[in-house]
């Protein structure tokens, strides 16, 4: 039995021209064995997930290929090390040309390889291995493949818009016959010979990606918007070249078909400049980081290339520069603008020991760093990559447009023919039955519905990216605005995560000084916050811990180990009491009551264990959770605590941030069965967490949210990551899910009543169609257009 291998790869798509383009691409592909496919129209890609064993990569290339459309293949720069001569370059050409689908050139000079390459055949790691297999080294230069691609698109458009300027030229002698049409005299101010001179390099010339569209449609078995503009435009076309032939005594409709095509162009070129700015948030970000970094290389400061830095490398940021990557601060202090990461326009002080990241801007201190993460494995490449892959994936919400969008064409045709068939048939007027139906065609417009959902995911994640809300996928983005209880954990959600030691409680002829060295002692092998308190506050104290052996923990309860042959106790009062341990309810009422948490240390003599101590640590509550409570309450929005620690201090800080609902002493295990047992109650549940313990309650949760400064295995469980410390940026996060919602609704709502109207406005006589044609350019331009009012949204609104 063979094993089956899955593969993810993004297909960068081109001569989509509208929603039923990426609809028929994606039915096709999906129709593939072992293959799931989503094909983003606004972003011209394709994300495939698929099954290598079932269906083989180039089967994707040749199903898009055959619907008519084609798969750019990227180029990637690649900076090569190790080349001496001719022969090196010539070599790394003929290993990487080896490769299927890859055509590559080495220049020796600027030791760069220029490569394109399949990317349903080959990855850019598998470039960069062919290189270090010939002996060399490689490493992607992803700033300049951004810009290539900019290029490209960018020459793309102003080949568009040359397009649609000589278009316009040869259109604009038909608005004056336009203009005698309105008055009384319906003769003709230009003569027919020059109007069939004009329309024809319209039609064909400027018109051609129309023809040539709605041909690979056809041929693809669907039909797209170029379907409908060709035959709309042709039928006025052809009709008026008829009536010329033979001298016919009817009017001439090469205005109208000119028109309409110009219009459209114009209409595309609008909504390719503004579908551009709805990715303005990453180019955004790409832009902070520099390019250039000061490195201590022998002794001296010397300038390199950021690309070429390399973990542990100490780098110099003076005064006003932006951070080249992710490090640690090894010497200085300064404060540093982190408003790209956070949204948060207050700067945060650093000194020796303090995390940087890259691309957040130092202000007035000359700081000495040493790098722990480069290039793609630093905290702004992840924000990158997460914010384009939740652009590239779609809402569930999505899902009505693309059904409607799959089979609109074939029924707008269908409602076209009616149109001729019975305006003729009631009106006996076959001129009026053609205009009618041409008006039809030209109305319809399924670029809208496709647009509605992707522009505003794109707007709206990138913009949530710039405030600190980072989005993972759409379905997230979506989720987030139906949650109607929040289930928060306490220690470093809704408190500060630095706990603190406040009270130490010897028992019996105990010293205060041996029982903070048993707790040490204890604590060295826990990574709970509580032991860190416990460490922190001892080291304070210049305490050193001993030696111990036999260490046991319990997660979530207490520690067990044996120091010089007598075995201890560590951990919470019902951990304790679990061992036999007799408690004196006298020193825990005081201290719970204020929001302290205590831990109990006891020791075994002759098989018995004695209370030995107690200490209090308090974990204050943040500054801003009781506000975020009571507006996620006022969101309608319950808000319901889960936490380990004992009842009394739970009950003190639910009181103290304003929450009704609470559950005290739930172990780590038993909190995704918490939030099961609240989404059985047919309640969408979200879970904030940061921490280990928190993972399986936010996978368990519909909507998961993962504090930024939080344990890796909480984000990558997370559904959205927060880059502020505090419950205020989950409002933030919910309230942009409502808005971004909101944009789509009213999207789809614009898409929709559009066509409802215009369409049967048009069959009745109503719309002229060249007014049809200008209405249909414009339909996709306002829905992008609206999308893009997401810029304006702010935290806290």
């Not at 940061?690 to 344990?711: E, T, Y």
Request: aromatic share 6%; proline share 4%; charged share 15%.
């Amino acid at each position: 039995m063979s094993i089956l291998t899955h593969k993810h790869i993004e297909l960068p798509i081109e001569g989509m021209t509208c929603a039923a383009c990426a609809a028929r691409i994606e039915r096709n592909l999906n129709k593939l064995p072992g293959v799931h496919a989503a094909v983003n129209y606004a972003s011209e890609k394709a994300v495939v997930e698929f099954n290598d064993a079932a269906t083989h990569a180039e089967d994707l290339i040749h199903s898009i290929e055959e619907a008519g459309f084609h798969v750019i293949p990227p180029t990637v720069q690649l900076r090569i090390s190790g080349m001496t001569c001719a022969a090196c370059s010539g070599r790394i050409e003929q290993a990487l040309n080896k490769i299927p689908g890859v055509t590559a050139t080495v220049n020796l000079a600027t030791e760069i390889a220029h490569v394109s390459f399949n990317p349903a055949v080959t990855t850019v790691d598998n470039l960069i291995a062919a290189v270090v297999k010939a002996g060399y080294g490689a490493s992607q230069i992803s700033e300049a493949s951004r810009n290539e691609e900019k290029a490209r698109r960018l020459a793309a458009y102003q080949a568009e818009l040359r397009t649609f300027w000589l278009s316009a030229a040869l259109t604009l002698p038909f608005m004056l016959q336009m203009g005698v049409m309105l008055t009384e005299d319906h003769a003709d101010l230009l003569p027919r010979w020059l109007q069939w001179v004009l329309a024809t390099p319209v039609q064909f010339w400027m018109g051609r990606r129309f023809y040539i569209g709605a041909w690979h449609a056809l041929r693809g078995g669907g039909a797209n918007m170029d379907v409908l503009i060709v035959l709309g435009t042709s039928m006025a076309y052809f009709f008026s070249t008829i009536v010329i032939l033979f001298a016919l005594d009817q009017h001439v409709y090469f205005e109208a078909s000119a028109a309409i095509i110009t219009l459209v162009l114009l209409g595309k070129l609008m909504e390719a400049r503004a579908k551009s700015k709805t990715s303005a948030a990453i180019e955004e970000l790409i832009k902070l980081q520099p390019k250039i970094a000061r490195i201590e290389r022998e002794g001296e400061i010397v300038e390199v290339d950021v690309d070429t830095l390399k973990v542990g490398d100490v780098f110099i940021v003076r005064p006003g520069e932006n951070l080249p990557v992710d490090g640690v601060v090894i010497e200085g202090i300064s404060s540093v603008n982190e408003a790209m990461l956070t949204g948060e326009s207050l700067p945060v002080t650093k000194q020796a020991g303090a995390k940087v990241f890259a691309a957040t801007q130092n202000q007035q201190g000359l700081l000495r760093c040493r790098a722990t993460s480069v290039g793609a494995h630093t905290q702004l490449a992840a924000i990158i990559r997460l914010v384009e892959e939740a652009q590239g994936s779609k809402a569930p919400i999505q899902r009505m447009a693309d059904a409607i969008s799959g089979i609109f064409v074939p029924v707008v045709v269908v409602i076209s023919l009616l149109t001729l068939v019975l305006t003729w048939w009631l009106t006996e007027n076959f001129v009026l039955s053609l205009i009618n139906a041409v008006a039809v065609l030209v109305i319809a417009c399924p670029c809208a519905l496709g647009l509605a959902t992707p522009t505003a995911i794109m707007v709206g994640t990138g913009r949530g990216a710039q405030m600190g809300v980072l989005v993972k996928n759409a379905a997230a983005l979506e989720h987030a605005e139906k949650i109607q209880v929040l289930i928060v954990d306490k220690t470093g959600t809704l408190t500060e995560g630095k706990p603190v030691v406040t009270d130490v409680i010897p028992v019996g002829s105990v010293t205060e000084q041996a029982l903070l060295q048993i707790a040490a002692t204890l604590e060295q092998g826990s990574e709970h916050p509580l032991a860190k308190a416990v460490l922190e506050y001892t080291a304070s104290r210049a305490i050193r811990p001993h030696t111990m052996s036999n260490f046991t923990s319990v997660t979530g309860s207490g520690v067990k180990a044996q120091i010089g042959g007598v075995e201890y106790l560590l951990g919470s009062p019902k951990f304790l009491q679990a061992h036999g341990v007799t408690i004196e309810p006298s020193h825990l009422t005081v201290l719970q009551a204020e929001s302290k948490t205590v831990i109990g240390m006891a020791a075994q003599f002759e098989g018995v264990y004695r209370m030995l101590g107690y200490l209090a640590i308090a974990d204050r509550l943040r500054s801003t959770s009781a506000q975020a409570v009571r507006r996620l309450q006022a969101m309608g929005i319950e808000v319901i605590m889960l936490t380990g620690d004992n009842a009394e201090t739970a009950a003190a800080i639910a009181k103290q941030a304003g929450i009704t609902h609470y559950r005290a002493e739930v172990l780590p295990q038993d909190k995704a069965a918490e939030v099961a047992r609240i989404k059985a109650r047919g309640q969408f549940t979200g879970m904030v967490g940061d921490g280990i313990n928190d993972a399986p309650a936010l996978a368990a949760a519909d909507v998961s949210f993962a504090i930024g400064a939080g344990s890796d295995v909480a984000i990558e469980a997370a559904d959205i990551t927060l880059m502020h410390n505090d419950l205020m940026s989950v409002a933030d996060a919910i309230a942009l899910s409502r808005a971004t919602l909101g944009k789509i609704r009213q999207n789809l709502f614009f898409a929709f009543i559009y066509n409802v109207l215009g369409i049967p406005l048009a069959a009745i006589g109503m719309l002229n169609p060249i007014i049809a044609g200008a209405a249909m350019a414009m339909s996709s331009v306002s829905v992008v257009s609206n999308s893009l009012l997401l810029k304006r949204w702010q935290p806290g609104t």
